[in-house]
């Protein structure tokens, strides 16, 4: 439906972005936070048109998308408010002392923008995660300019998207080139852009071949430049002996939920439970079997998709010492997902690499292990991962403190009784876990503090206050939080 | 001297490292600052032996080594003591909320150490960016053992430091694995360690071929990890003409003095003036020629290094519309610098990407811009660089906003009115620029910031507070700053 952009036309774009740079990293925190607010009432203005354009190209339904789109007005808005709130600054300053021998000059340091920032958007998110999503509100706030390629997947709304950014960018009398949209299906435009010599910075989320390869295109540059690429995980799962015999159907309930909800397509995703051999644990295999039956298949988000969970599914079923537990109908329509729950044993999965690989789906594989030191073992072989989950009583959690090292060691998030699924949008929060989870297990591309990402510290030594940023001048006029001689205050310092 | 150590007797150390990790991340910050304070007075009992060795080995006086030794001893209580106030955690906690549609869940977000950490050390800095320095300090601050590659070019001041760390690991009984010393003068030994499984990050100080090799290691790894490379600058210092006008010969003093210290041996040294033809440059060219003549040649740091600086130093002399302004007396003994001035016009700098590049030791190159718009156009062709100086006065400022923005893009830290080097140990310190200054701009290697290079976060979710890290537990134990429902606070949270 829509051409590739050609390398004139993306050419045209970074150079509107660096020049727009220049304008936009000078305006100040509040004129940021004002623009992305300005976003989002763009995007909630035009939600109906939006959500009906989404619905037809992802499969989502309406109330998920809904939520999405609030969501992502929510981002906006939030990372708006900690960027003017600015403690992302991290302004540190250290006054001379001319006491000290030998004396010392005065330091003060603050994060700067890095500049023009790439974005490529998920196919499962097509706002919160796409074209005005997270790394787009984190780019903003950090006084990057923006360049989307558009997920060809929903190239529409992203388009639609895209017009609400720029109609943001008259009514707020931004610099024109803060905001380019990029249409390419081809690989060819994905490269061009992060080889482009006014890129900065990438952020991508998606699938691992896709964000590696961007990852190393970043690496292989002449100047090399971050690429944060989210590729998701299998989020494995811990049940823990004395609480799965306390609740047993409890937990076999929320996971079916959490594997089947929007067709089993998030990052955060319950891809592997891993439990040990017992009573209890046949029968938690049973009633999730039984739960998942009862989730009728749905249409994923486009028939590569689809396609690709097919494939994995069925090869994942068809490795040796793999039974398929149970599997809700098996689809007719045309892409459709398959609830699915299968079961191997402990030293099968250790064995077997194929079984350690993301099945983007609603697909569980449950692991039944001899004994606790197998499950460390499991712990341990695991790759990175995004999240890892313990279902764990008081007493599992005092007897093993070897199992928590290790699963903690793997996740960028850990989380104790509940499920993965469901990223809350706040400062605590960790979305990026160790590779191949990430690119960069030291940011979060959800949150506030994946601003950061997109900006890096410069140090001013022995400057006159009045020729000083505002975030590092004494009076401290934006009121932010400093650290001043190794003090953190927002007290202003006495000239 | 030494043998380079086989690749069993490294992985023993690895897997040692390994081990001691599980152990030393969990011992509290405290008695990690006890440990560092240790290896502090280990040093200095053993100062005489260790100056001693030094100064055979690199040719550095003996004042200089000795105030570089109390500067690693300082790097080492400063960073521990940082370590200790324990802000670098960046403990960041949200409550639970169940008002909230949907309830939200209780996060607690902090840094956790990476894992085993490979040193590099630098040629030119025996005790502050070496063995103990500024490197292992932050790594030994983070919770992450270390594994420290000896430069061949002083192995035995190495071996010695090492032996006084490992003594400390005794009297305040560490893990054994914490430290190890690795003797390696070949390449292979430097790429197995960085391809180690075990290794989780790397610190290089040196040379940009050295860096670069490691970082793209790193990169290539199946695991990629990150190389922090620090690759030297050739550090642009910009004189503005009413500046110039006031203080020629002041300036002219000041910088053949930088620029010749310690035989111009530091990566901060000023090898690049920039100014704009006028009867005030050629008076400063002219005076600094006449001041750098006062210095005789000196000593390098190794054959090595005085021959690369012989070779650089020649080529830039025979490049095109270069003249040499003046040279002290030619170097006659083996190993010396010879403190050397060359002249260019900017267009030629423009034109000749070789005249862009370190010559490492006491060399810098005077450029005279034909007028402010080249001397923009300079700033915006530079290469990433470790500091950017300006030589202004405030009117010089006011009248050149578009030269300001251009030097910051360029550099880590933006000095204004005085000289590059001299590198202060402190938190608002930012000792990284835009590569290929560093491979990654975004941290710094010297102040106790650069602990944050060696560490990722960890989101726990839905954790009981018995079970929470004590950085992130209810009554605040450590009594350390954090951010509570995006509010900068010491205080406790009420159960």
Known sequence: ?????????????????WKAFHEYRNMSLKTRAEFMRAIGTEL????????????RETNLPEPRLLS???RTVFQLNQYGEAGERGKWLEATIDTANIDKKPPTHDIRKMLVPLGPVVVFGASNFPFAYSTAGGDTACAFAAGCPVIVKAH???????????????????KCKMPKGIFAHIHGA????????????????????????????????????????????EMGSINPVFLLPEKLKQSCEEIAKMYAASITQSVGQFCTNPGLIIGIESKELQEFVSLLGKEIQKIAPAKMLHAGIAKAFGEKRNNALQQKNVTMVSSSD????????????????GETFLANPVLHQEVF???????????????????????????????ATDNDLTGNPALLESVKDICGRFILNGVPTG?????????GGPFPATTDSRFTSVGADGIKRFARPVAFQNWENKFLPDALKNENPLNIWRVVNNEVTKDRIQD
Request: with cysteine; aromatic share 6%.
């Open 1 to 17: 439906m829509y051409k590739d952009a050609t390398t004139e036309e993306i050419n045209i774009a970074m150079e509107a972005a």
């Open 44 to 55: 909630q203005d035009n939600a109906d048109e939006l959500i009906k354009t989404a619905t």
């Open 68 to 70: 999405e789109l609030s």
């Open 152 to 170: 060809p997947a929903h190239a529409e709304t992203s388009e639609m998207v895209a017009n609400a950014i720029l109609k943001a960018v008259e």
């Open 186 to 229: 081809s690989v060819e435009v994905g490269k061009f852009l992060v080889m482009h010599p006014r890129t900065s910075a990438v952020g991508f989320t998606g699938s691992f071949g896709g964000g590696k390869q961007l990852f190393d295109w970043g690496n292989q540059r002449k100047v090399p430049i971050p690429v944060f690429a």
């Open 330 to 345: 098996i689809a007719t329509k045309e892409n459709e997902g398959t609830p699915t729950i299968a079961t191997t044993k």
């Open 361 to 391: 789906g609603p697909f569980s594989l449950v692991v039944s292990c001899k004994d606790l030191g197998e499950m460390v073992e499991i712990a341990r072989n695991l790759e990175g991962q995004l999240t890892s989950t313990i279902m």
């Open 423 to 431: 990223v809350e949008v706040c400062l605590s929060m960790q979305h």
